[in-house]
């Protein structure tokens, strides 16, 4: 289908962890700050366009659920570009997409202009930036990606904390529409970021030992071999229940507090201090995860981390008083943060680099699916409506976040066997075949090419991540 694409980390290539890799994981820190915390930032918009289009919450709510909806969604579209076109190419499209639609957006005369704007061309600009930064962040660390990992993460709530107030200024100053064109012209950055992501590029090969070689299989746009692989699919599952829980408590913390009789900005307060916790539970969760002993098991220090967050949830329901909401924000930020540090890096270990930009595409649509089949804001404002009572929406997201964590630790523990040689790829038996060809060949050359055949049987056992020689690090 499509060719091999110029960046796509061959595996004869080792991740620098460090260098250029600084500057990589500066711009999929803003890139990720962007893409998670825009959808919320726009929010503050929404009284000025109830009041400019006549119409009522629910509808402006779209916006924000449409642009998550596209982040999501479009996984495996975002997938196929990155694998036919490349991560650079794809992100800086990306950016004037996710630009585009804003600006065009505050030139709109209707609620329905404004989805397929600020919601449709934004989202895709932003779901086109937010995977590829992913995939080349994985390629450019590998002994420290649980801490790159970790710092990229901490883009959300820094944004998070950053674009809501900034928001309401633009707002304040210049009106919705103003300040739409302004946060268009911010989302260029992603196009700089885009910029940053150069691509990784195998080394020269002296002259005397280049020889013709076979041609090596085409890569596929969309590798659905990945759910082949027992870890994957319990990841996927697990993921998939996740976040039918995991974004509940932020929405509706706010609305607990006032509902005690609480004043609009003590109650507001709690969300700054949930987010100034995460902010630095991220980066201290991906120190963590990197250490020698924990990282071969990261798989089950993420499933304690989505542990945490349901017991979280679990606690926070009998809340009664500011000071118990107070706790819950504290821990719940803990318990967010490192779910949202490790959820990329458990993926990144299983898959390994190769099948990452395919496997995160479809863990993302699985995801999306999810949330759309057991909807699950839904089913809880209908609860709360019938009850009056925020305790039970907490009480079932936290049932649904422990749930997942049941599955991954569990089908980890019990499902995935032991596996004594890791299968090769069709790449990987091209490379072997090749170097055990320069084994014969002319004596002046034979000392260059065992060199490179120790290189090669060295980098074997620990490829660029994922550790084959532990049963663990499959999930």
Avoid at 351 to 360: D, N
Avoid at 390 to 396: E, N
């Amino acid at each position: 289908m499509g060719a091999v694409v110029a960046d796509d980390g061959p595996t004869g290539v080792k991740a620098p962890d460090g260098g250029w890799g600084w500057a990589v994981l500066f711009g999929c820190f803003i890139i990720t700050g962007f893409s998670y915390a825009f959808p919320k930032a726009v929010s503050v918009f929404f009284k000025e366009l109830i009041r400019e289009f006549g119409i009522g919450y629910s509808d402006t709510a779209w916006i924000s659920s449409i642009l998550l909806a596209m982040l999501y969604g479009t996984g495996p579209l975002c997938s196929v570009c990155v694998n036919r076109f490349g991560c650079r190419p794809v992100m800086l499209v990306g950016g004037l997409f996710a630009s585009m639609g804003m600006v065009i957006a505050s030139f709109c005369t209707s609620i329905v202009q404004i989805y397929l704007t600020a919601g449709v061309i934004t989202g895709l600009g932003l779901a086109l930036n937010f995977q590829p930064s992913l995939i080349m962040l994985n390629r450019y660390f590998d002994k420290r990606r649980p801490l790159a990992n970790g710092l990229s993460a901490a883009g959300s709530p820094v944004f998070l904390c950053a674009l809501s107030p900034l928001g309401q200024i633009l707002q304040h100053e210049y009106g919705w529409r103003g300040g739409f064109l302004i946060l268009g012209g911010m989302l260029l950055n992603c196009c700089v970021c885009g910029a940053l992501m150069r691509p990784l590029e195998p080394p020269k090969k002296p002259e005397a030992t280049k020889e013709p070689t076979e041609k090596k299989p085409k890569k596929k746009l969309l590798d659905f071999s990945v759910f082949k692989d027992g870890g994957f699919v319990i990841y996927t599952l697990a993921a998939s229940i996740m976040v039918l829980g995991l974004f509940v408590p932020p929405v509706f913390v706010v609305s607990y507090a006032k509902d005690l009789k609480y004043q609009d900005t003590k109650a507001a307060f709690l969300l700054t201090i949930l987010g100034f916790i995460d902010i630095f539970a991220r980066p201290i969760c991906g120190m963590v995860a990197g250490l020698k002993w924990v990282r071969p098991r990261c798989v089950y220090l993420f499933s304690f981390a989505m542990i945490f967050n349901g017991f979280t949830d679990l606690m926070g329901s009998m809340s009664v008083d500011y000071a118990g909401l107070v706790v819950f924000c504290i821990f719940f930020g803990i318990s967010y943060g490192m779910v949202g540090a490790l959820q990329f890096e458990v993926l990144m270990a299983i898959v390994g680099t190769q099948k990452f930009s395919s496997a995160i595409g479809l863990v993302l649509l699985a995801e999306a699916m999810a949330v759309l089949i057991g909807p699950p804001s839904a089913g809880k404002c209908k609860l709360l409506d019938a009850t009056g009572k925020y305790m039970f929406v907490f009480i079932i997201a936290g049932i649904e976040v422990t749930t997942s964590a049941l599955v991954l630790a569990l089908g980890n523990f019990f499902c995935i066997k032991k596996k004594t040689e890791e299968p090769q790829t069709k790449e990987e038996a091209a490379e072997r075949e090749e170097l055990n060809k320069s084994e014969d060949k002319a004596p002046e050359d034979a000392k260059v090419d065992s060199i490179e055949v120790e290189q090669f049987l060295k980098d074997e056992p620990e490829k660029n991540g994922e550790v084959v020689t532990n049963p663990e690090t499959c999930v």
